[in-house]
């Protein structure tokens, strides 16, 4: 039987619209879907495939509820993952360059890396800014610095994911302000902000208010983006960073997922019904070179949210516990030391992040142990997913490795071991008392000790670092940003400040103000704000003034 035979005698359970678009979508990619000796692959894999044996019949199907094997029926058949490559350095000139390279080579999605200062809400003249102005993201300091970033860029056409979180409703009012200046309605922008404020708590340190004033600005931005930006993720709650900090696979999961519940918690609280903005929440998860573990642990994080959404907060539509993910290999996986094999690294991390499922990827560069990535390892990262997709076959089937035995007993391991941790978090509280207690910045320490150690005793081997090592030392051309970019970024906001219309500035940021000390939507503030050509910084501070700023005096 045909592999568009069995899709057809399924299409009663599924929605067959959405079938006969995804078959479409394969047509026009190939006529049959075969290996490199000519056998036909099939989309799917069930125990009717197996010579006897039925244990498989518990898996279900992928796109059906509690979707371990996925959350689209046909996944890659359909289309491939957007391959979205974090980029952002110097200038808005410059990124802007970058982006525009990417995309002429076949990125099917931007995103957006933001410098230090940005993510914590300084301006690039604050004193607190020297020395770090554009080095590991681009400058944006206003409206007009984003306007120069989205040149030529169209935002009708381009889904774009900007890793930003404290100030990430500030960023968004600028992506929305450029979209308007280019006729593109709100409604019709897609795109994500990662806007997760508790992990930074948890693992990163890019905060600037404390936490519930912060809960109450994404559940702003929840309610703001439901009536204006429908397509937009308001929210890509983040395992990455907290796996870069040093934590096992299955405290990745569990540390994520109960920010996202108190995320909810926190969106019902304000009177947001479930299905108003559970269908844009998504969620961004690393993708570690342990292959095998890595698959489950995808599988495992996407059956165990589908629970929680049914079980915990009583949703009757199931599809509103689809987990949508985004992948980035892993940037504590690569090494100074012998940096061509970064190229390897991040290609068995790659294919951890399809075989488990993921819904956009972004492939670190081989140079980014060093520095900034240069064009020419960029380029070679955007091409490991091209050949991950054209020419492997491994996004022919779905979910292809269900049924392993070692990867269904990793899935259930991980899941057990992610529910014991949520228990945990439960008996504080929730996730705000327990990052308040310092409960998981002390579980993930723990486990980066444990590592570290290991790695120093040669337990685990790290090829070219503590095995297999060279004599000579390799040396590849490495990209570093120049400190004249600060001088040229200052000039630019000064100016910005010194033609600007005042009195619609001052009228703006009073508006500001008053929507923080009152119940008024701080987004629709906000937005005012940035089309008055109000800075980041200055924005941040107002708010800072009526909200604080957080200090960690947890560890």
């Known amino acids: 039987m045909s592999s568009e035979d069995r899709i057809a005698r399924e299409a009663a359970r599924w929605n067959a619209t959405t079938v006969a678009k995804a078959l479409a979508r394969a047509a026009e990619r190939r006529e049959r879907f075969e290996t490199s000796s000519g056998a036909e692959i099939q989309r799917l894999y069930t125990p009717a495939d197996l010579a006897g044996g039925d244990y498989l019949e518990a898996l279900g199907f992928p796109g059906?509820?509690?979707?371990?094997?996925?959350?689209?029926?046909?996944?890659?058949?359909?289309?491939?993952?957007?391959?979205?490559?974090?980029?952002?350095?110097?200038?808005?000139?410059?990124?802007?360059?970058?982006?525009?390279?990417?995309?002429?080579?076949?990125?099917?999605?931007?995103?957006?890396?933001?410098?230090?200062?940005?993510?914590?809400?300084?301006?690039?003249?604050?004193?607190?800014?020297?020395?770090?102005?554009?080095?590991?993201?681009?400058?944006?300091?206003?409206?007009?610095?984003?306007?120069?970033l989205l040149d030529g860029i169209?935002?009708?056409?381009?889904?774009?994911?900007?890793?930003?979180?404290?100030?990430?409703?500030?960023?968004?009012?600028?992506?929305?302000?450029?979209?308007?200046?280019?006729?593109?309605?709100?409604?019709?922008?897609?795109?994500?902000?990662?806007?997760?404020?508790?992990?930074?708590?948890?693992?990163?340190?890019?905060?600037?208010?404390?936490?519930?004033?912060?809960?109450?600005?994404?559940?702003?931005?929840?309610?703001?983006?439901?009536?204006?930006?429908?397509?937009?993720?308001?929210?890509?709650i983040s395992g990455y960073h907290i796996r870069e900090a040093g934590s096992t696979a299955a405290q990745e999961i569990a540390f994520t997922l109960a920010d996202a519940i108190a995320y909810v918690e926190a969106a019902l609280s304000a009177g947001l019904p479930l299905e108003s903005f559970a269908p844009r929440l998504s969620f961004f998860f690393n993708a570690q070179i342990?292959?095998?573990?890595?698959?489950?642990?995808?599988?495992?994080?996407?059956?165990?949210?589908?629970?929680?959404?049914?079980?915990?907060?009583?949703?009757?539509?199931?599809?509103?516990?689809?987990?949508?993910?985004?992948?980035?290999?892993?940037?504590?996986?690569?090494?100074?030391?012998?940096?061509?094999?970064?190229?390897?690294?991040?290609?068995?991390?790659?294919?951890?992040?399809?075989?488990?499922?993921?819904?956009?990827?972004?492939?670190?560069?081989?140079?980014?142990?060093?520095?900034?990535?240069?064009?020419?390892a960029v380029t070679i990262a955007l091409r490991t997913q091209q050949v991950l997709a054209h020419e492997t076959g491994v996004g022919d089937t779905v979910d292809p490795l269900a049924g392993s035995y070692v990867v269904e007993a990793?899935?259930?391991?991980?899941?057990?071991?992610?529910?014991?941790?949520?228990?945990?978090?439960?008996?504080?509280?929730?996730?705000?008392?327990a990052i308040e207690a310092g409960f998981p910045q002390r579980e993930i320490a723990d486990a980066a000790y444990r590592t570290q150690r290991a790695i120093e005793s040669g337990d685990q081997v790290v090829v070219g670092v503590n095995r297999f090592r060279d004599e000579e030392e390799q040396r590849i051309p490495v990209q570093r940003v120049p400190d004249q970019v600060r001088a040229r970024q200052v000039e630019r906001t000064r100016q910005v400040r010194a033609t600007r219309d005042a009195s619609a500035w001052s009228r703006a940021m009073d508006g500001v103000e008053r929507a923080a000390r009152g119940g008024d939507n701080l987004v629709a503030a906000i937005l005012e704000a940035v089309g008055a050509y109000a800075t980041v910084g200055e924005i941040a501070g107002r708010l800072a003034s009526v909200f604080g700023r957080y200090q960690d005096t947890a560890i």
């Open 64 to 148: 059906e509820y509690p979707f371990t094997r996925g959350v689209q029926p046909t996944m890659y058949r359909g289309q491939f993952w957007t391959m979205r490559q974090y980029a952002g350095f110097g200038t808005a000139e410059e990124s802007n360059a970058r982006y525009r390279y990417l995309l002429s080579q076949g990125q099917t999605g931007l995103s957006v890396a933001f410098d230090l200062p940005t993510q914590m809400g300084y301006d690039s003249d604050d004193p607190v800014a020297e020395g770090e102005v554009g080095k590991v993201g681009v400058a944006i300091d206003s409206l007009a610095d984003m306007e120069v």
């Open 290 to 376: 342990d292959l095998l573990e890595e698959v489950a642990k995808f599988r495992a994080a996407r059956r165990l949210w589908a629970r929680i959404v049914v079980e915990r907060f009583g949703a009757k539509d199931r599809n509103l516990g689809k987990l949508r993910f985004h992948a980035q290999t892993a940037g504590s996986s690569l090494t100074a030391q012998q940096p061509d094999n970064n190229v390897m690294r991040t290609a068995f991390e790659a294919l951890a992040a399809v075989l488990g499922g993921c819904q956009s990827l972004h492939t670190n560069s081989m140079d980014e142990a060093l520095g900034l990535p240069t064009q020419r």
């Open 154 to 236: 169209p935002l009708d056409k381009v889904s774009t994911s900007m890793t930003i979180n404290a100030p990430a409703a500030i960023l968004l009012a600028m992506y929305v302000a450029v979209g308007r200046r280019q006729g593109v309605e709100p409604k019709a922008l897609r795109g994500t902000i990662q806007n997760d404020v508790l992990k930074e708590y948890i693992a990163r340190g890019t905060y600037i208010f404390p936490p519930r004033p912060s809960l109450r600005l994404i559940t702003d931005t929840f309610a703001w983006c439901a009536a204006h930006t429908p397509a937009w993720n308001t929210i890509s």
């Open 410 to 433: 990793l899935t259930d391991r991980l899941e057990a071991e992610a529910r014991a941790l949520l228990a945990r978090i439960d008996e504080f509280g929730g996730a705000v008392p």
